[in-house]
């Protein structure tokens, strides 16, 4: 190895190696998030031999299945998703096993038939009593199913651990959150409690901090002297789908902004913790949300519904032609804010954010705009918006890209922009990016708290966002529909940043 190489390193409780055996059991097994993410996300694993030995693996659903029915129906879903390796398939799918229950029976029914296959398989394979239960579930049946695994004796273990991973959103305001969290705890210690968001689970969030804090390059001018503004997009292509009745009571901000926007926001923002691990970065992001300035709601927020429109050259409906949308819908389906951090290192610099369904493409985005040199001796303008500009791309593709100004080939000095890429797949040779859950139900399995939202996080982000959604849902959208399907959103989201000189990056 010559002296400009190095090793590669693994860091973190669970660095590349399976964790202890155990059962996971999967609530809602037969649901879409099963299907697209969770099964496959532990296929995953498996294919990298990073699931215990032994393990097991049960879903628990009200369809009426039997353990072959199940392994069939994930044998489809993972061949969608992933790419897809039969012989591999013969290795895992023998580990799924399946219990039809409803989530609001009785303990002494479906969950005492669940505690006797989960201790059948236990001493047939020899796991020890280790168990993690997701929540895949709709949030209504979050505290019974808490309520119902204590009263049937499978919350504790004096042999083994259990571990309880839920999915957002966690409450709908900061009192239903604490509601939430109290009941839970009355069960499950915060210690075992894993509030899951998975974009924290994405390779280039991650690389966010590893970028900024593993290269000297970076972490001098990453502040208010050098960076003019920060640009963060969480951009969908796709409308509601059959999701009305969730979308209609949650909007964009409950669904997007309070979860995974902030937690993008925090990764960028945070100070240096003393060490990677779930006590230092989450008590860092904690300090970044107290230190978010209350938003001006007229003026630092811009709300969208989208109408009808042209995508892929076929016409798709506007948000009220939706099935089961109301004809006069409130509901905001694009949200944009202007984020103020009142702390040292961020004072003065704008964090903008927006998200919003039917939009031009699919795009989630961290896009650093760093401030014009005091003095160009080249003869050239330049402003904020055209300056350097690092972003962190989530999806498609997952990278980094640089863009900086350079002389063109040839006589003469002409300047022009240029972008340096990052990819993953070309960088190390990867096809297809594990998705986020394998990484983060890797970390539950092996007790690793750091990329889960810590309680306080939570109370935090609903105390941000909650003076939007009461004055949009209090106040009747004059102008909805307002922006056109295949747009990047309504015209006014531009001129919230047209008003402090700057304009959206051009995705």
């Known amino acids: 190895m010559s002296e400009m190489e190095f090793a590669p390193r693994c860091v973190g409780l669970s660095s590349g190696k399976p964790t202890e055996p155990c059962c996971i059991v999967v609530f809602g097994a037969a649901g879409d998030l099963s299907r697209r993410e969770l099964i496959p996300a532990l296929y995953d694993l498996a ?13 628990f659903s009200r369809d009426n299945w039997d353990d ?3 392994r069939e129906r994930m044998r489809r879903a993972v061949a969608d998703e992933r790419s897809f390796d039969p012989k591999h398939w013969e290795r895992f799918a023998p580990h799924l096993h399946y219990v039809t229950g409803n989530f609001d029976a009785p303990p002494e029914g479906d969950y005492a038939l669940l505690r006797d296959k989960l201790q059948s398989l236990q001493r047939r394979h020899g796991i020890p009593d280790n168990v993690l239960f997701h929540l895949a579930t709709p949030p209504d049946f979050f505290c019974g199913i808490v309520n119902r695994l204590d009263a049937a004796g499978l919350a504790t273990s004096d042999h083994g651990w259990r571990r309880l991973v839920i999915e957002k959103p966690f409450g709908t305001d900061e009192r239903s959150a604490r509601d939430l969290d109290r009941k839970i705890l009355e069960v499950f210690k915060e210690d ?3 509030r899951i968001d998975h974009f924290l689970g994405k390779e280039t969030v991650q690389n966010l901090l590893v970028v900024r804090f593993a290269n000297p390059s970076f972490e001098p001018i ?29 909007g964009v901000v409950r669904d997007m902004v309070q979860n995974h926007l902030l937690q993008l926001l925090c990764m960028t923002a945070i100070e240096p913790p003393v060490r990677y691990d779930g006590a230092g970065l989450r008590d860092e992001t904690a300090k970044v949300m107290q230190a978010i300035r209350p938003l001006d709601v007229r003026k630092d927020a811009v709300r969208g519904q989208y109408g009808p429109g042209h995508m892929d050259g076929k016409a798709v409906p506007g948000y009220r ?3 089961n949308v109301a004809s ?28 919003g369904k039917r939009l031009a493409r699919k ?11 005091p003095h160009l001796m080249f003869p050239i303008e330049q402003d904020s918006s055209s300056g350097n500009v690092l972003a962190f791309r989530l999806q498609p593709e997952e990278g980094i890209m640089q863009t900086f100004v350079a002389k063109q080939p040839g006589p003469g000095l002409c300047l022009e922009p240029v972008t340096m890429n990052f990819r993953y797949a070309s960088a190390f040779g990867i096809e297809q990016l594990p998705s986020a859950y394998s990484w983060l139900l890797h970390d539950a399995m092996g007790g690793d708290q750091t990329l889960f939202a810590r309680a306080d996080w939570i109370y935090r982000a609903w105390q941000i966002v909650e003076p939007v959604i ?30 402090d000189k700057r304009a959206w990056k051009s995705l």
């Open 68 to 70: 072959q029915a199940f």
């Open 328 to 355: 006069d819908s409130n509901t905001a389906t694009f949200a944009a804010l202007r984020i103020m951090i009142d702390n040292w290192r961020w004072a003065g610099v704008p964090f903008y954010l927006r998200t």
């Open 321 to 323: 032609a939706e099935k």
């Open 222 to 250: 990453w502040n208010r002297n050098y960076v003019d503004h920060v640009q963060i997009t969480v951009a969908e292509d796709i409308g509601i789908g059959t999701r009305a009745g969730f979308y209609e009571k949650t």
């Open 47 to 59: 294919c990298q031999s990073l699931l215990p030995e032994p393990f097991t693996i049960v879903g």
């Open 192 to 194: 075992q409690t894993y």
């Open 363 to 373: 795009v989630t985005e961290v896009a650093i705009h760093f401030k014009p040199t």
């Open 470 to 499: 009461a004055q949009w849902t209090s106040e009747v959208a004059p102008d909805f529909p307002n922006y056109t399907a295949g747009s990047w959103g309504p015209l006014a989201a531009d001129g919230l940043l047209r008003a």
